[in-house]
């Protein structure tokens, strides 16, 4: 009899609180896991970046980027669509989300000459802002960290901002792309798609 009613009291219970919780808080993600991956890591759809493990902040800063037109996200329209549709608080929510996940890196192919020669000019041009994911400070640096992205997406972001499809929000920034020439920004992607994560 007891334990009847246990169940009884389980069952009630878990009715009680299940759609609420659902509903409160499934859809947030469900509809960025479609392109981005249950584990954040994009696989699967081309040009989706990996998000998994990137600090909040560098998350946040990059959804406001892309809602607001700084970032144009010129490939999927629709990604735009569904991150102005959340409130503040909800922006905060789904980052905080996909920060606490584990990060791997998207292990791309790579040219190891071109990736020695892309690390010199990481060294020299980005590595102020743009640290590795393992990185004790990456939360703290200036930019969202580039090493281990899927090698596709990283090529079109870094061509877009060369050719000016999207704004640089740091003026420093936009100078050390404008100074590099149209070699160099293969010798970049193939330097960061070299990083493997340590797991
Ligand atoms: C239709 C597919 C799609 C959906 C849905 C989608 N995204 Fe994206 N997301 C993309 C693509 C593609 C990009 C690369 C955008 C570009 O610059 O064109 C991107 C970029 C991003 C970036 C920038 C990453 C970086 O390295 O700068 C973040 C953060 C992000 N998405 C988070 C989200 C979140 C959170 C959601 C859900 C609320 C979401 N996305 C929904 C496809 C999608
Ligand atoms: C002064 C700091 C600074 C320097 C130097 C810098 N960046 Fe950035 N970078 C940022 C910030 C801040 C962002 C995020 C905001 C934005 O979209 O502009 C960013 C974003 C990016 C992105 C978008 C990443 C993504 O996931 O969508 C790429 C690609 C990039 N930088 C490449 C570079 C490269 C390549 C260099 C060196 C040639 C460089 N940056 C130098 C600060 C910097």
Redesign the pocket.
Known sequence: MCRYRAYLLLACFTLLITPASVLAAQPLWETCDECHGTDGMGQGGAMV?VIAGIPAG?IE??IF?CVDG??RCVREPRMRETVAALSESEVAEVAEYYAGMVRGSSREAFDTDLAAEGEL??QR??S???LAPDDADVADA?????HG?RRE??RF??EA?FSGN?????E??AD??S??GPG??GA?VNYYSSYRSAE
Not at 142 to 146: A, H
């Open positions: 970046p560098h800063e990059a980027a700084a970032r000019l990481h041009h980005c102020r802002c743009h200036v930019g969202i960290p580039l992205q997406y990283l972001a870094i901002y999207r704004e640089s929000l740091l420093e920034m050390q792309i100074s590099l160099d920004l970049l």
